[in-house]
């Protein structure tokens, strides 16, 4: 497998003393907002299944990585060790039934073994705090106070919304079947429909926001997560309206001049052009 250490070379001499400026003065916050795009990219890559993207995509998402963590290591933060260290440690921690003699059955065991042992992961850092003087002792070293409170408030909307309620469906509080969601579906849309008439336009994203909830648990129900699906339908939209834009260019017809019902005729032959 090749090395790291190229990468990690051109990192430095990046933010080096006769590097670039705009490398130099990068932090691990900025990088951030740059690895967030990486993973748009890559996820667009997989969605497409486009295997020289993906491999290209690839190697962005690594180098943002690395360059995050090259920061860290100049401040004398950690090494690149503790990092491979512990998330390997981590993943064998987390996988009895792999390197240990732990059984699952089923899916729903190994997420519960899963859950189980990050609960004592951080029961245990509780302790090693307190021990080290980080934590009052009258903090208590009880249970985290929601089940909500590992979910990152900074992560996009449809990815947050599912983690918030996969948390909430780990303590039991869920639909008993993808109808009953359904039904709720149907129902957040009439209320939006309500304020909508009532001209409320806070009331209406609210509810609007309730519908996009709902669906989210309808992915869940369905077995596919919301932001692939999303991503998916967007690339159908976008591969279909550059068909009929290509289209009406060759015929010269301007898009804004058609009536609507030559646009809906126009956009038909695009998405049977698109299917074939």
Request: proline share 3%; charged share 35%; aromatic share 8%.
């Amino acid at each position: 497998m090749e090395t790291i250490v190229p990468l990690l070379e051109i990192i430095r001499r990046l933010r080096g003393k006769n590097g670039c400026a705009w490398d130099q003065k990068q932090t691990p916050l900025t990088m951030w907002r740059c690895m967030a795009e990486e993973l748009y990219e890559l996820e667009e890559a997989i969605v497409n299944d486009d295997t020289e993207n993906i491999c290209e995509e690839l190697g962005d998402v690594l180098f943002q990585i690395l360059f995050v963590f090259e920061i860290f290591t100049e401040n004398n933060r950690f090494e690149f060790s503790h990092v491979i260290k512990g998330i390997a440690e981590k993943m064998i921690r987390r996988h009895p039934h792999v390197y240990d003699t732990a059984v699952v059955e089923t899916e729903e065991e190994l997420h519960r073994q899963w859950d189980q042992i990050k609960a004592g992961e951080k029961n245990a850092k509780k302790k090693d705090a307190v021990a080290n003087g980080d934590l009052d002792q009258n903090d208590n070293i009880g249970p985290a106070g929601s089940a909500l409170d590992s979910v990152p408030k900074g992560m996009p909307g449809l990815l947050r919304a599912l983690k918030v309620s996969k948390s909430a469906v780990k303590e039991g509080f869920d639909w008993e079947n993808i109808h009953q969601v359904l039904d709720k579906v149907k129902e957040e849309i009439q209320e939006f429909e309500e304020a909508l008439e009532k001209e409320n336009k806070d009331e209406a994203m609210m509810e609007f926001g309730d519908i996009l909830f709902s669906l989210v648990n309808v992915a869940r129900f369905a077995g596919f997560h919301p932001e692939t699906a999303l991503s998916s339908a967007t690339a159908k939209f976008e591969g279909r309206f550059r068909l009929m834009e290509t289209a009406l260019c060759q015929e010269k017809i301007d898009l804004k001049k058609l009536s609507s019902q030559e646009k809906l005729l126009h956009w038909q032959r695009a998405k049977l052009d698109y299917d074939r």
